[in-house]
């Protein structure tokens, strides 16, 4: 079935108009985002040079400060949503007012990056095309793209027609908790939006600039089996049983065996067992203890589970109770889901027309259309948290880049100004289209 929709979405999203012509306020556009190549790359490079990792409040609420005054000169109506009830600083929301008349639009970045202040990668330095420094492109090139087609926009006129709102979040590289606190104001706003333009980076393929309109989820299980202990003379026996270890190892490979479907991945990232097997707090570590000569009598493990739409996911998690549900001689397992992580944002006929309209964008400004890309090439992103509410969706309008949460991160800077111009007249055009 997914394979299917997406050649009809490529058909669809390929098949654009050849206009090869862009409107008399398009150019002025055009022009705007390079003139002010300068003042926009001086923006950018204050705003990777203030460190603002995801634990880092004080860093995270300067970053917003400069958004603010960046938004509210073009007539956002600027708020600051506080998070300290998930242990986070907190997010931008502002609110541009046009007619009424078009499509409402909502504007998707984040102004953290995983960078915290130890990390020895702190600040920007040019290198010919490369912008290089934490969150170059990892959202602050994104919100760069944004912000240079905002103004854009407002030096030809047409973003006072524009109903607007914007949600840069303060967490998405570790979300705060709890989470329906945290993308509450996310969720709302999408609620509100008629489409849903998340400024994350752009996706290229082979040279070629991607188009992204579906994003996969990203959840967390976990499995904890516990069985007779006793000497290990005894393993297999009737009375011992064969133990906590190979009841867990009889789960994850009945998981690779009976589980794959396309588009579904399932990872086992942290596994240990024996005599005693805890996980920390953060579910991050697993401390276990044991002996050659003691039947395990207690075993865990943790993985992801990311899945294309929610019926896949519902498929799979009772896929996995069932294999844990028949355990073998003198076990018993359990298998826990966590509900913080990330939604998947399926795949719509709605995101394939709107990913048709960027590429008559394409087509008018001379440029090659964008393909869909396979989302089992992008993780997860913010998008996802409003796609139950807004059909039509595009990720991936920030900026190119390279080696993205690692030091060495590095903005593609021409991208900026292709996906500005793009950006800005994809809003404009939107901004006239009846609802």
């Known amino acids: 079935m997914y394979r299917s929709f997406m050649l009809a979405l490529s058909a669809f999203a390929l098949a654009v108009p050849a206009h090869g012509a862009v409107t008399p306020l398009e150019t002025r556009m055009m022009r705007t985002v390079d003139t002010e190549q300068e003042r926009t790359l001086a923006m950018l490079e204050k705003w990777v040079n203030q460190n603002s990792g995801s634990l880092n409040v004080d860093g995270v609420t300067k970053v917003g400060e400069m958004l603010r005054g960046e938004l509210e000169p073009l007539g956002f109506a600027v708020e600051w949503i506080d998070m300290k009830a998930t242990g986070r600083a907190g997010h931008i929301v502002a609110r541009h007012k046009g007619n009424g008349r078009g499509q409402r639009m909502l504007l998707i970045g984040h102004l953290d990056t995983v960078f915290e202040p130890d990390s020895p990668f702190q600040r920007w330095e040019r290198k010919g095309n490369d912008g290089i420094g934490?969150?170059?492109?990892?959202?602050?090139?994104?919100?760069?793209?944004?912000?240079?087609?905002?103004?854009?926009?407002?030096?030809?006129?047409?973003?006072?027609?524009?109903?607007?709102?914007?949600?840069?979040?303060?967490?998405?590289?570790?979300?705060?908790?709890?989470?329906?606190?945290?993308?509450?104001?996310?969720?709302?706003?999408?609620?509100?939006?008629?489409?849903?333009?998340?400024?994350?980076?752009?996706?290229?393929?082979?040279?070629?600039?991607?188009?992204?309109?579906?994003?996969?989820?990203?959840?967390?299980?976990?499995?904890?089996?516990?069985?007779?202990?006793?000497?290990?003379?005894?393993?297999?026996?009737?009375?011992?049983?064969?133990?906590?270890?190979?009841?867990?190892?009889?789960?994850?490979?009945?998981?690779?065996?009976?589980?794959?479907?396309?588009?579904?991945?399932?990872?086992?990232?942290?596994?240990?067992?024996?005599?005693?097997?805890?996980?920390?707090?953060?579910?991050?570590?697993?401390?276990?203890?044991?002996?050659?000569?003691?039947?395990?009598?207690?075993?865990?493990?943790?993985?992801?589970?990311?899945?294309?739409?929610?019926?896949?996911?519902?498929?799979t998690r009772a896929k996995m109770r069932a294999i844990v549900a028949k355990p073998l001689s003198g076990a018993s397992a359990t298998i826990e889901f966590d509900e913080e992580g990330y939604p998947p944002m399926a795949p719509t006929a709605a995101s394939a027309a709107l990913l048709a309209k960027l590429n008559a964008v394409n087509a008018d400004m001379g440029l090659p259309p964008m393909e869909p890309i396979d989302p089992l090439k992008r993780g997860a992103a913010d998008i996802s948290w409003v796609a139950k509410d807004v059909d039509a969706g595009i990720n991936g309008l920030g900026a190119a880049s390279r080696g993205s949460h690692a030091p060495g991160e590095a903005v593609d800077i021409a991208s900026i100004w292709r996906q500005a111009k793009r950006a800005a007249i994809l809003m404009s055009r939107l901004a006239a289209e009846k609802r």
């Open 134 to 315: 934490p969150g170059s492109g990892d959202d602050k090139g994104g919100m760069a793209v944004m912000i240079a087609a905002l103004r854009a926009m407002k030096a030809a006129g047409t973003l006072k027609n524009a109903d607007i709102e914007i949600v840069l979040t303060g967490d998405e590289e570790d979300t705060g908790s709890p989470v329906e606190v945290a993308r509450r104001d996310l969720i709302a706003a999408g609620k509100r939006a008629d489409v849903a333009l998340d400024f994350e980076g752009l996706s290229r393929e082979s040279g070629k600039d991607m188009g992204s309109t579906a994003r996969r989820s990203s959840g967390s299980w976990t499995v904890t089996v516990t069985a007779k202990g006793g000497h290990s003379s005894g393993i297999f026996s009737p009375g011992a049983g064969d133990g906590a270890i190979y009841e867990l190892a009889r789960i994850i490979d009945t998981f690779r065996r009976e589980l794959p479907e396309e588009k579904l991945t399932f990872n086992v990232g942290l596994i240990g067992g024996g005599d005693s097997a805890r996980l920390d707090e953060g579910k991050i570590r697993l401390s276990a203890t044991g002996k050659t000569n003691i039947i395990a009598s207690t075993a865990v493990a943790r993985g992801d589970l990311r899945a294309i739409d929610q019926a896949q996911i519902d498929r």
